[in-house]
């Protein structure tokens, strides 16, 4: 999980979880990038490693609800797999300041790697409750209002509230009732 004072503590509880690119990098701007994580996201939720609630995709960021039997395992498997199909990408079709930059900016103690995507940790918040399940939720869905680049949540390519609007999201998911 890296170096954080969130811990999950009960793994087969409900989390709230924000992930982000190292340095606040915009990564998740470029298509075929934010592609892989939608692609990785379906992959866990299809093969039952996580029950995925609820996603929002960022420039910067994603932020999930979601359930899982080892939820910090699950987790770091998708960063450290997503990592790697970025840099990947990266490599053979750039931009190569994007690659430059997590060269740049990876962690002095991660001596086993040349670039970094993910800073560190996930940030997951035990969601025990009904009332907290539907705030984190709006929360995720909400996101790119807030920020003003929509109006309304579905309008939003990279989340789940087109699935909870009833049309056709971009991966499935188990929308919460």
């Known amino acids: 999980m890296g170096r954080s004072r969130y811990k999950t503590y009960e793994e087969t509880n409900t989390y709230f979880t924000t992930m982000s690119t190292i340095n606040w990098l915009q990564l ?30 960022m420039e910067t960021h994603i932020h999930t609800v979601s359930t899982s039997n080892d939820f910090s395992g699950e987790l770091r498997k998708f960063k450290s797999y997503t990592a790697r199909q970025i840099v990947d990408y990266l490599t053979v079709n750039g931009p190569k300041v994007l690659l430059d930059q997590l060269r740049l900016y990876k962690k002095n103690h991660k001596t086993n790697q040349n670039y970094q995507v993910w800073q560190e940790g996930y940030h997951p918040k035990a969601i025990l409750s009904e009332e907290v399940l539907a705030q984190k939720i709006e929360y995720v869905h909400y996101n790119p209002v807030r920020r003003g680049y929509i109006d309304r949540p579905e309008h939003w390519r990279y989340s789940s509230a087109r699935n909870y609007a009833g049309m056709k999201g971009l991966i499935s998911i188990k929308p919460i009732n």
């Open 28 to 57: 998740f701007s470029v298509p075929k990038i934010a592609e892989i994580i939608l692609n990785s996201l379906q992959f866990m939720h299809e093969n039952k490693r996580i029950i995925l609630n609820a996603y929002v995709i």
